[in-house]
């Protein structure tokens, strides 16, 4: 078990934006800037995806940005998709994050823009898994697969260029909740979670050691109902087993963007 209370890797900077639609702008062009430049410095580009609405609503600019002339965009043969966490439901179940980010953008980058559907690398399903620790195992060996040479950290993981999280008015982020024991594993990229206070209960979930990885860790928190979150998660001395996102931290940057009512409370 780690110190839930650890050193973030980089401080926190904020933006704040003025709605929904600016933020989601941002971080759309943002994230394809970032794997474009992925790509032509390594040879390929790693980013963790997240649900919620905000996050599912960044891939569909980006899908609206794809689809504009002139958009400087990766080679996508190169790119590999991945996520923080996910329900353990069925495979064509809705509320699974890789069922909505299909529809907003993975989709219409297999059948139009040269992306592998291999490179799309989703969570383990309730068929595929029979419990949620049997999944996070299953995500892990994925993982490993792709893993740079010597790992980070300790961890054999992918280089992840970009981190997308979300937080819940809880404070949550991925399927990390306040009080769990989840929040203290260490030493392996996955942790299963059978009790989520979010239905559904089960669940698979990068630990805090995979996302402190990550060289960038980017939240996209919208809502009056996470203000009180994002203030707590942002105040120094914050105890992260009571406010998880208070540990978001990337090696290379991390970012909070937020609109207005997100950071409503913020000193």
Do not use: C
């Amino acid at each position: 078990m780690t110190d839930p209370a650890k050193a973030p890797v980089t401080a926190p900077r904020t933006e704040i934006y003025a709605g929904k639609d600016e933020l989601v702008s941002v971080v759309a062009e943002r994230l394809l800037a970032v794997l474009v430049d992925a790509v032509a410095d390594h040879g390929s580009a790693h980013a963790v995806l997240t649900g919620g609405s905000a996050g599912i609503a960044v891939l569909e600019k980006v899908a609206e940005l794809v689809a504009e002339p002139g958009t400087e965009t990766p080679s996508w043969s190169a790119v590999h998709f991945w996520w923080g966490d996910e329900r353990l439901l069925p495979s064509d179940d809705p509320e699974r994050n890789a069922m909505q980010a299909h529809a907003a953008l993975l989709d219409a980058l297999i059948a139009e823009h040269g992306l592998p559907a291999q490179n799309v690398h989703r969570m383990p399903t309730s068929e595929d898994a029979a419990s949620p620790t049997v999944g996070a195992e299953m995500y892990a060996a994925s993982m490993e697969a792709f893993a740079e040479e010597g790992g980070r950290s300790g961890l054999a993981l992918p280089r992840f260029d970009v981190l997308l999280l979300g937080v819940g008015p809880d404070g949550h982020i991925a399927s990390l909740f306040p009080g769990k024991d989840s929040l203290g594993v260490s030493g392996v990229v996955t942790v299963g979670e059978d009790d989520s206070p979010k239905p559904p209960p089960q669940r698979v979930s990068l630990t805090f050691d995979s996302i402190h990885t990550a060289d960038r860790v980017w939240t996209v928190v919208v809502g009056q109902d996470k203000a009180a979150a994002a203030a707590k998660a942002l105040t120094d001395g914050t105890d992260p087993r009571e406010i998880p996102a208070a540990r978001v931290a990337g090696t290379m940057e991390t970012i909070w963007h937020l609109d207005q009512a997100a950071a409503a409370e913020l000193g």
